[in-house]
């Protein structure tokens, strides 16, 4: 059970685990194992990818490696020592030196088919992929929550910015909502418009209104719309360059921007940095965490100011929510 003294002893679970979109664990996935040959196991991609490049990595390495928790501080400092900086460069320089084309292959690549799995429903993934979806549907279910408590969202105009497999646009639309979902990679985007076919067609009251998905990454988002979110996604964005996205996509929405991220503390930054010890080469990117003053004088700056506040936190998966309305209203 080495994950299992892992996992205690740099996280802490918060109980808070009721998704209402995911089914629970399997029996073969609650027991711990380890991930299988061939899994993606070290792909930073997303809020979550972060602990699980960590949480795979461990899962791979003999239970023997991590008999006692002593080793693992060992292990820890000997990495905060390392520079994870030459890997990280490595990575970009085999995208031909351009990181947002580097998360744009990984994503229609074997992210895709990791992240797929991940926001799916088979029962084929590890532990910590299961811990991962939970967490993820737990924060979707939240956004779902603010966005509909004020009453019907049907005509409301929703941007979901890196869309990815529709998690969070498919349930709008279905409730009515006019829903534009872009990502960075086709895949992502092409799965989303596949799911939501599929699930259009369960609905017994019938489609509400089609949303539209499209390839686009965040840059180039236009338009105005009452709510913009952008969920589990601004992982990809180097703090130097978070602000500015802040701001665009604040510019874009007209009532409310809701921002997921993993957010910078000693705890997190350590457990990257040990997730960085795992490298699988081509399948990682690199992962950015941001610290919650940042993001809210980014919005500060931008003219808008923070409504809502939430945390989810679960064994590999964290992610601060924040919604945020403009500072005049
Ligand atoms: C961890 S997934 C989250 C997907 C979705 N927001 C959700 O919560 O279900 C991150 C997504 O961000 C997308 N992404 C990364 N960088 C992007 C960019 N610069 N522009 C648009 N999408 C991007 C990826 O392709 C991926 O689908």
């Given at each position: 059970m080495h994950s299992r003294a892992f996992s205690s002893s740099l996280t802490r679970p918060d109980g808070d685990f009721a998704p209402r979109h995911h089914p629970g664990p399997s029996r073969q996935c609650r027991g711990l194992r380890r991930a299988p040959r061939g899994a993606s196991v070290v792909a930073s991609a997303g809020v979550s990818e972060v602990f699980s490049q960590i949480a795979d990595g461990v899962l791979a390495v003999p239970p023997t490696a991590f008999g006692a928790l002593g080793a693992l501080g060992l292990i820890g400092a000997a990495l905060f020592v390392a520079d994870p900086e030459k890997r990280r460069s490595a990575q970009t320089t085999s995208a031909g030196g351009d990181e947002k084309e580097a998360v744009k292959g990984y994503f229609n690549s074997v992210g895709f088919e990791r992240w797929n799995k991940i926001y799916g429903t088979t029962d084929e993934i590890s532990s910590v992929q299961m811990d991962i979806r939970k967490g993820h549907a737990v924060t979707v279910d939240k956004v779902l929550r603010w966005i509909t408590e004020d009453g019907s969202v049907k005509g409301v105009s929703v941007c979901d910015a890196g869309c990815g497999t529709g998690s969070l646009s498919i349930p709008l639309a279905l409730q009515g909502a006019e829903v534009y979902g872009s990502d960075i990679s086709s895949a992502m985007a092409d799965e989303a418009a596949r799911r939501y076919e599929e699930q259009s067609k369960?609905?017994?009251?019938?489609?509400?209104?089609?949303?539209?998905?499209?390839?686009?990454?965040?840059?180039?988002?236009?338009?105005s719309y009452h709510t913009v979110c952008c969920i589990d996604v601004l992982i990809h964005y180097p703090p130097e360059k978070m602000a500015a996205m802040v701001k665009h996509l604040a510019s874009l929405a007209g009532d409310r921007l809701i921002l997921s991220f993993a957010p910078?503390?000693?705890?997190l930054l350590l457990l990257k940095r040990i997730g960085e010890f795992f490298p699988k080469g081509s399948k990682a990117t690199r992962a950015y965490l941001h610290?919650?003053?940042?993001?809210?004088?980014?919005?500060?700056?931008?003219g808008w100011k923070v409504t809502k506040r939430e945390m989810t936190s679960t064994r590999f998966y964290y992610s601060r929510l924040l919604q945020a309305a403009p500072a005049t209203s």
């Open positions: 369960a609905e017994i009251s019938g489609r509400q209104a089609t949303p539209r998905f499209e390839a686009k990454d965040l840059e180039s988002l236009t338009g910078s503390t000693p705890a610290k919650e003053e940042a993001v809210e004088a980014a919005l500060r700056e931008a």
